[in-house]
C-alpha cells in the first residue's frame, strides 16, 4: 500500500526558517511587518516544503472561496485599468470575485503576493506575462491553483494565455515607420531582463529593421522604469545620441506622453523634427498633444475572455486554451514620413 507523503504544516515551515509560528505567519499575511532577512527564509521554507494554510482544503476539494487573484505590474497608471476592469465584471457575472495586487515590476514581491493568495484561498490566478522563477509555478502546481497569462501570447508555453502577440505588434508598427522612410530608430523600454512583454517588443523593432535592410546594431536604446517622467528624460537622452533618431518607439503610452512633454520642452517639433510612437493605446494617448501614433491592444476582450475562461474551469471543467486577439497600429499625429 502507498503511504500518502505527510501535508507540511505551519510548524514544519517555523522549524526549517528556524522563527516561530507566529512568525512564520505574519510573513505570509502581512509581509510587510517582518524583516526582509527574516521574509526570505520564510519565503524559503514554504517553498521548500511546498506549504500553503489551505493544502489541505485544496487536495480534499471540500470547499472554494469564489475568489480569484489578478497579480498586475502597477496600479500608477491606467495601462491595466480596462481589462482588469473587464475582467472583474464578467468574473461577477459567474459569481466570482477578484482580488488584485500589484507587484511594482518586481519579481520577488509578485511570488510573495502569489503566497499570499493562495494562502489566502484564491480558487484561481490571473498574471501578467509568462516569465517568471520556475519554483513558483512548481508551488501553484503543488497547491493545484490554476494560472491563466494575459498581456501574452504563445501557444508553445506550458501556461495558457489569452493575449496578444507582443513581438508581432511591435514588428508590424516599425515596418510601417519603416516603410514611410525612417532610418534612424529609437527605443525607449522597460527593463527587458525580468520584462518578456517588454523584450518581445524590442525583438519586434530588431526583426522590422533586419526585414527592411537596416541593421539592427543601429537601433538607438534606452532601457527605462515606466512613467511620465522617465520617459522625458530618456528621451532627451535619446535625441543626444550622435545619430538623432527620427522616429521614437516607446515601450507604452505613459513613456511616450513623457516625450512628447520633453520634445515641446526642447523646442523639438513632433512629428516634422521626430517621430514619437506609443504602445497600448490607453485613454492618455487620444488625449495627448498631439494625438499619439500607438499600438491598440485590446484590453477589454482580453479581460472579459480572461474572466470566462477561469469561470468555465473553475465552474465546468472546461480547459484553459490559448487565445490569440489582433493588437494593430492605430496612426495620429505625432508621426509623420520621412
Same mark, same amino acid.
Given at each position: 500500500?502507498?503511504?500518502?507523503?505527510?501535508?507540511?504544516?505551519?510548524?514544519?515551515?517555523?522549524?526549517?526558517?528556524?522563527?516561530?509560528?507566529?512568525?512564520?505567519?505574519?510573513?505570509?499575511?502581512?509581509?510587510?511587518?517582518? +524583516?526582509? @532577512?527574516?521574509?526570505?527564509?520564510?519565503?524559503?521554507?514554504?517553498?521548500?516544503?511546498?506549504?500553503?494554510?489551505?493544502?489541505?482544503?485544496?487536495?480534499?476539494?471540500?470547499?472554494?472561496t469564489k475568489t480569484i487573484?489578478?497579480?498586475?505590474?502597477?496600479?500608477?497608471? +491606467?495601462?491595466?485599468?480596462?481589462?482588469?476592469?473587464?475582467?472583474?465584471?464578467? %468574473?461577477?457575472?459567474?459569481?466570482?470575485?477578484?482580488?488584485? !495586487?500589484?507587484?511594482?515590476?518586481?519579481?520577488?514581491?509578485?511570488?510573495?503576493?502569489?503566497?499570499?493568495?493562495?494562502?489566502?484561498?484564491?480558487?484561481? %490566478?490571473?498574471?501578467?506575462?509568462?516569465?517568471?522563477?520556475?519554483?513558483?509555478?512548481?508551488?501553484?502546481?503543488?497547491?493545484?491553483?490554476?494560472?491563466?497569462?494575459?498581456?501574452?501570447?504563445?501557444?508553445?508555453?506550458?501556461?495558457?494565455?489569452?493575449?496578444?502577440?507582443?513581438?508581432?505588434?511591435?514588428?508590424?508598427?516599425?515596418?510601417?515607420?519603416?516603410?514611410?522612410?525612417?532610418?534612424?530608430? +529609437?527605443?525607449?523600454?522597460?527593463?527587458?531582463?525580468?520584462?518578456?512583454? !517588454?523584450?518581445?517588443?524590442?525583438?519586434?523593432?530588431?526583426?522590422?529593421?533586419?526585414?527592411?535592410?537596416?541593421?539592427?546594431?543601429? %537601433?538607438?536604446?534606452?532601457?527605462?522604469?515606466?512613467?511620465?517622467?522617465?520617459?522625458?528624460?530618456?528621451?532627451?537622452? !535619446?535625441?543626444?545620441?550622435?545619430?538623432?533618431?527620427?522616429?521614437?518607439?516607446?515601450g507604452n503610452d505613459v513613456?511616450?506622453?513623457?516625450?512628447?512633454?520633453?520634445?515641446? @520642452?526642447?523646442?523639438?517639433?513632433?512629428?516634422?523634427?521626430?517621430?514619437?510612437?506609443?504602445?497600448?493605446?490607453?485613454?492618455?494617448?487620444?488625449?495627448?498633444?498631439?494625438?499619439?501614433?500607438?499600438?491598440h491592444v485590446p484590453h477589454? @476582450?482580453?479581460?472579459?475572455?480572461?474572466?470566462?475562461?477561469?469561470?468555465?474551469? %473553475?465552474?465546468?471543467?472546461?480547459?484553459?486554451?490559448?487565445?490569440?486577439?489582433?493588437?494593430?497600429?492605430?496612426?495620429?499625429?505625432?508621426? +509623420?514620413?520621412?
Amino acid at each position: 500500500m502507498t503511504t500518502q507523503p505527510a501535508i507540511p504544516t505551519l510548524e514544519d515551515v517555523a522549524t526549517l526558517a528556524e522563527v516561530s509560528t507566529a512568525t512564520v505567519s505574519r510573513a505570509i499575511n502581512s509581509p510587510d511587518k517582518v +524583516a526582509p @532577512e527574516t521574509r526570505r527564509r520564510v519565503n524559503e521554507a514554504v517553498a521548500t516544503l511546498g506549504y500553503s494554510p489551505n493544502f489541505g482544503a485544496r487536495t480534499m476539494a471540500v470547499r472554494r472561496t469564489k475568489t480569484i487573484g489578478a497579480i498586475i505590474p502597477t496600479m500608477e497608471n +491606467a495601462i491595466f485599468a480596462r481589462g482588469l476592469q473587464a475582467f472583474q465584471e464578467e %468574473l461577477r457575472l459567474h459569481g466570482y470575485t477578484m482580488l488584485v !495586487a500589484s507587484s511594482a515590476y518586481r519579481a520577488d514581491t509578485e511570488e510573495e503576493q502569489i503566497r499570499s493568495l493562495v494562502a489566502r484561498g484564491a480558487d484561481a %490566478l490571473l498574471l501578467i506575462g509568462h516569465h517568471r522563477n520556475p519554483e513558483i509555478y512548481k508551488f501553484l502546481d503543488a497547491q493545484n491553483v490554476p494560472v491563466l497569462i494575459t498581456w501574452a501570447y504563445d501557444p508553445l508555453a506550458d501556461r495558457p494565455s489569452i493575449g496578444f502577440d507582443n513581438k508581432a505588434a511591435m514588428q508590424g508598427m516599425a515596418a510601417e515607420v519603416i516603410k514611410m522612410g525612417h532610418r534612424n530608430l +529609437a527605443l525607449i523600454s522597460a527593463e527587458t531582463a525580468s520584462n518578456d512583454r !517588454a523584450s518581445a517588443r524590442h525583438e519586434g523593432i530588431l526583426a522590422a529593421m533586419q526585414d527592411g535592410g537596416l541593421s539592427p546594431d543601429d %537601433l538607438t536604446y534606452v532601457e527605462t522604469t515606466y512613467g511620465i517622467e522617465e520617459g522625458a528624460i530618456a528621451f532627451e537622452k !535619446a535625441m543626444a545620441m550622435p545619430i538623432r533618431p527620427t522616429a521614437v518607439f516607446c515601450g507604452n503610452d505613459v513613456l511616450a506622453v513623457g516625450a512628447l512633454r520633453r520634445a515641446r @520642452e526642447l523646442g523639438i517639433d513632433v512629428p516634422n523634427d521626430v517621430s514619437i510612437i506609443g504602445f497600448d493605446d490607453i485613454e492618455l494617448a487620444q488625449v495627448a498633444h498631439p494625438p499619439l501614433t500607438t499600438v491598440h491592444v485590446p484590453h477589454r @476582450e482580453m479581460g472579459r475572455l480572461a474572466g470566462l475562461a477561469l469561470a468555465q474551469l %473553475l465552474n465546468e471543467g472546461i480547459a484553459l486554451k490559448p487565445v490569440e486577439l489582433p493588437a494593430r497600429p492605430i496612426f495620429r499625429e505625432t508621426l +509623420a514620413a520621412r
